[in-house]
């Protein structure tokens, strides 16, 4: 048995073209393939050498490259670069070193199970160098196996930052991961950042006790699916920037089967969104409102459509929509329950402008726990601004018809 390290000391004088190993860090099987060509083709040379997935070895004064062969497969093992996972050994350092490696080299990132103590935030940045592959998947083995956990006050504990140039946006998805912080600390930063993407892929994914869970900016065309964020002042946050070059508003957003739990403010705010989707989400809980939602006009006329999502025990209003443009909005088959004594209106359409608002609010349930007492001063919708400038197609199902 021969560990890595020990083959490519100065003491061994083997250089076959496969040689099998143990990984001196995981203590695993590994094999070695001697090469002459990087990953891109180009010749090798020590410049190309990172002493982990390429190594290089001097056998009477000649070089001889070799390349991990489970890497060429195009997946990335973090425990490679020496992180533990065990809660107790700091792996900021080790997985932002896997993150730098996975990025310039287009490499699937394996996360393994157990706890990832980190002190700084991570940054797999596609804005600083070229990747030689234009996919990358950030993969955990599932909420609860693998955790990362922050430690201090850290801005941002996972930060993907796409490409300066939108024109040519790479794949990412990342999922099957909780981020979260120890129990007791200051609800702080943002636990997952996504910036400046054209399509990005968001599955799996659990976040608990930040400022703001889960954010995008300059995010668009995204599918979000079976997200929780949880125990924050904001669930989630999603903008534009005041002057991202070439890239949108939010939308084309599709957020399928995800949670927003508890949180302090709010349970998700969108600012100048358009097209975007909930589809059977559930919004429970969040001590001010479960669903803030913006809209001003920008790339398009259709603002929001909610579809089969569930909404209860949100402090404030379930939905506040506020637009200053001429928009269309529909509701269909959400289910709305009050549970909380003055509880006011379920949601509001806050009409800040002179132009029409196209609604549809089809199929819903406004409902009402036994605790509950329904109120003619609390609307299940409450329409603010002009009358004369809603069109409403509604067909909805209200529990008492004080509230209807």
Known sequence: MIFTDVFFSASNSNTDNLVQLVDSQTNEDVNFKRITSWIDGTAMDDTKVDHIIYRKKMVGGNPFYYVRTDVTAGDLDVRIFGVKADDINDDTSALQAAFNAACKLGLNILLPAGIMKTTQGLLLDFSWQGTVKNRIRIIGKGLGNS???NYGPTSVPLFIKGPSDPSRPPYFSVSDLTITKPEGETRYGVGLLIQNFIGAEV???EISNYDIGFQLVNVCNAQISFLISKYCNYGMYNERTKNPEGFTYPNLLNFQNCTFLGNVKFG??????HAVKF??????GNVGVGLQFTFAGYNGREALSLINNYFEGNTNHDI???TSSMTALSLISNTFNKSIIGRVSDVVVNNLS???VHMSSLSNSFGHSATYIPSASSKNI???GDPSKFYLLNNDMHQSSLES
């Open 382 to 384: 409450l329409y603010m």
């Open 147 to 149: 955790v990362i956990k």
């Open 203 to 205: 599955n799996n994914i």
């Open 320 to 322: 506040y929509f506020e």
């Open 268 to 273: 998700a705010v969108i600012i100048s969104g």
């Open 279 to 284: 589809d059977s989400c559930g919004f429970e």
């Open 354 to 356: 002179n132009d029409q």
